[in-house]
């Protein structure tokens, strides 16, 4: 049993999608408000995390360790203004401010070139588009922008994966397996809306790409093939399903079909650009 | 009579210079980065040890024969050059699971004493800083030869150090400890008079 826990595939899916599924329903519980829920996306990051990499020091001296700091950040105040109800431009400012400033922190030290400098504009870019594109709105439904999360921190941890991250890669995939934990809350019926954590969360792979963009080898431009996931909730008008439980369900699954293909074809173009070879160790 | 006084004072000066030994200072050597072998060795999952090393490093040695153990020595480690005869791997390991190159590119160790166990062995104690962290180490060292180099035609020291260190003590936490914890440390070094 021990073992198994510290196997990487494991770390990487099935703990992370228990630990959310578990989370997502002890807040349920304790919360029974729409959004607050959300938060166990962030906390089952958190706490796999903290169980592969380890909990960093404070101050943080590296770039993980300044992610770890950025994402607990991050979740507390996600919590806190899903407690008392910011939403809507507020609620992406907030996150657009938090976000910032964590990615600006984490990439100072790689400010190094042009080319690091262009690559952290382009992510700030991709900060805003994840801050106001999906405003926290605690009435419409958290399905479409947590496949969004999913299909990202999917893109991220296959990438990294390819790139010879292991740590980012597996971070990237326990935060996609928390999400698809929370989605198992929310299918077929939609019991949550979306918050501020959950913004935070879709920040938190962001911050992920960061680290992978400035601080390895990796080639991270391919994510960009990734951010029509951001656009997949948009799509779900779109679908010509009735408006019946059922129809709600099978949108649901197909936003996230539609969400996870940017993903799949930014991992294949990291597999094609970047070789087949996985570090052996 | 001052005479006398003067000329007894001189004897006994003169005796006493000439029973006590001369002390030399500490002289100053570069280590010769041609010369430099930083190594490691890594445990597999159990399966095999692993030897890797830094191609890059370079340092200063401050060597007093006769006063071993005021001498003191600093290397300098360029992270970004571990070679373990893997491309990937390597790749892997300057990320930030292990050494984390972009953001530590040298590793450090600095003497703080040095104490002689044998005729030509010695421990080493000193701080190596990796990954921010510093910590203290300890290796085993030993004097191997002095003299003028037949190839360089220059004043040359040989030294070989052994020792370990536990990289989770510096933060490198990652894979441990199915890659193992402990990290074996292979230094053999020359240097030449400065």
Same mark, same amino acid.
């Given at each position: 049993?021990?073992?198994?826990?510290?196997?990487?595939?494991?770390?990487?899916?099935?703990?992370?999608?228990?630990? /959310?599924?578990?989370?997502?329903?002890?807040?349920?519980?304790?919360?029974?408000?729409? $959004?607050?829920?959300?938060?166990?996306?962030?906390?089952?990051?958190?706490?796999?995390?903290?169980?592969? $990499?380890? $909990?960093?020091?404070?101050?943080?001296?590296?770039?993980?360790?300044?992610?770890?700091?950025?994402?607990?950040?991050?979740?507390?105040?996600g919590?806190?203004a899903?407690?008392?109800?910011?939403?809507?431009?507020?609620?992406?400012?907030?996150?657009?401010?938090?976000?910032?400033?964590?990615?600006?922190?984490?990439?100072?030290?790689?400010?190094?070139?042009?080319?690091?400098? +262009?690559?952290?504009?382009?992510?700030?870019?991709?900060?805003?588009?994840?801050?106001?594109?999906?405003?926290?709105?605690?009435t419409?439904?958290?399905?479409?922008?947590?496949?969004?999360?999913?299909?990202?921190?999917?893109?991220?941890?296959g990438?990294?994966?390819?790139?010879?991250?292991?740590?980012?890669?597996?971070?990237?995939?326990?935060?996609?397996?928390?999400?698809?934990?929370?989605?198992l809350?929310?299918?077929?019926?939609?019991?949550?809306?979306?918050?501020?954590?959950?913004?935070?969360?879709?920040?938190?792979?962001?911050?992920?790409?960061?680290?992978?963009?400035?601080?390895?080898?990796?080639?991270?431009?391919?994510?960009?093939?990734?951010?029509p996931?951001?656009?997949?909730?948009?799509?779900?008008?779109?679908?010509? +399903?009735?408006?019946t439980?059922?129809?709600?369900?099978?949108?649901?699954?197909?936003?996230?079909?539609?969400?996870?293909?940017?993903? +799949?074809?930014?991992?294949?173009?990291?597999?094609?650009?970047?070789?087949?070879?996985?570090?052996?160790? | 009579?001052?005479?006398?006084?003067?000329?007894?004072?001189?004897?006994?000066?003169?005796?006493?210079?000439?029973?006590?030994?001369?002390?030399?200072?500490?002289?100053?050597?570069?280590?010769?980065?041609?010369?430099? /072998?930083?190594?490691?060795?890594?445990?597999?999952?159990?399966?095999?040890?692993?030897?890797?090393?830094?191609?890059?490093?370079?340092?200063?040695?401050?060597?007093?024969?006769?006063?071993?153990?005021?001498?003191?020595?600093?290397?300098?480690?360029?992270?970004?050059?571990?070679?373990?005869?893997?491309?990937?791997?390597?790749?892997?390991?300057? /990320?930030?699971?292990?050494?984390?190159?972009?953001?530590?590119?040298k590793?450090?160790?600095?003497?703080?004493?040095?104490?002689k166990?044998?005729?030509?062995?010695?421990? +080493?104690?000193?701080?190596?800083?990796?990954?921010?962290?510093?910590?203290?180490?300890?290796?085993?060292?030993?004097?191997?030869?002095?003299? $003028?180099?037949?190839?360089?035609?220059?004043?040359?020291?040989?030294?070989?150090?052994?020792?370990?260190?536990?990289?989770?003590?510096?933060?490198?936490?990652?894979?441990?400890?199915?890659?193992?914890?402990?990290?074996?440390?292979?230094?053999?070094?020359?240097?030449?008079?400065?």
């Amino acid at each position: 049993m021990f073992d198994l826990l510290h196997d990487p595939f494991v770390q990487s899916s099935a703990l992370p999608l228990i630990i /959310s599924v578990l989370a997502v329903g002890i807040l349920h519980r304790l919360a029974p408000g729409r $959004v607050l829920a959300l938060a166990g996306i962030g906390v089952t990051f958190l706490i796999v995390f903290a169980l592969v $990499v380890g $909990v960093p020091a404070l101050p943080p001296p590296s770039s993980m360790g300044k992610l770890f700091w950025s994402a607990a950040g991050g979740l507390v105040l996600g919590v806190a203004a899903d407690a008392v109800g910011v939403q809507g431009r507020a609620a992406s400012v907030l996150v657009a401010a938090w976000l910032a400033a964590a990615l600006v922190w984490i990439a100072l030290p790689a400010l190094d070139s042009a080319v690091a400098v +262009l690559t952290v504009v382009i992510l700030l870019a991709v900060g805003g588009v994840v801050a106001f594109g999906h405003p926290p709105d605690r009435t419409g439904g958290a399905p479409a922008p947590a496949a969004s999360l999913l299909a990202l921190a999917l893109a991220v941890g296959g990438t990294a994966l390819i790139g010879s991250s292991a740590s980012v890669a597996q971070m990237a995939l326990a935060l996609a397996a928390a999400a698809g934990g929370f989605l198992l809350w929310n299918w077929p019926v939609e019991r949550h809306g979306w918050g501020v954590s959950g913004q935070v969360a879709l920040g938190i792979a962001v911050l992920l790409a960061t680290v992978l963009a400035l601080f390895t080898q990796t080639q991270a431009a391919e994510l960009l093939l990734a951010l029509p996931a951001l656009l997949a909730g948009r799509l779900r008008h779109r679908l010509p +399903l009735p408006e019946t439980g059922f129809g709600r369900a099978v949108g649901s699954a197909a936003v996230t079909i539609l969400a996870v293909l940017p993903a +799949l074809v930014a991992i294949g173009a990291a597999y094609l650009l970047g070789g087949a070879e996985a570090s052996p160790y | 009579m001052k005479k006398t006084l003067f000329a007894a004072a001189l004897f006994v000066s003169a005796a006493v210079g000439a029973v006590a030994p001369a002390s030399a200072a500490p002289v100053a050597y570069k280590i010769d980065p041609a010369h430099l /072998s930083v190594a490691f060795i890594v445990n597999h999952l159990g399966f095999s040890n692993l030897i890797g090393r830094f191609n890059a490093a370079a340092g200063d040695l401050s060597f007093d024969k006769d006063a071993v153990e005021k001498s003191a020595v600093t290397v300098t480690v360029d992270t970004t050059s571990v070679d373990t005869n893997h491309a990937k791997r390597d790749e892997h390991l300057r /990320s930030p699971d292990f050494f984390n190159v972009k953001e530590f590119p040298k590793m450090t160790f600095k003497s703080t004493k040095i104490e002689k166990t044998g005729a030509n062995a010695g421990k +080493l104690y000193g701080e190596l800083t990796m990954l921010g962290v510093t910590k203290p180490v300890v290796l085993d060292v030993t004097f191997n030869k002095e003299g $003028v180099s037949p190839a360089s035609k220059l004043e040359t020291v040989g030294f070989s150090a052994r020792g370990t260190v536990k990289r989770t003590d510096f933060g490198m936490k990652y894979g441990a400890p199915y890659i193992s914890d402990e990290i074996q440390l292979l230094i053999e070094a020359e240097a030449v008079k400065a």
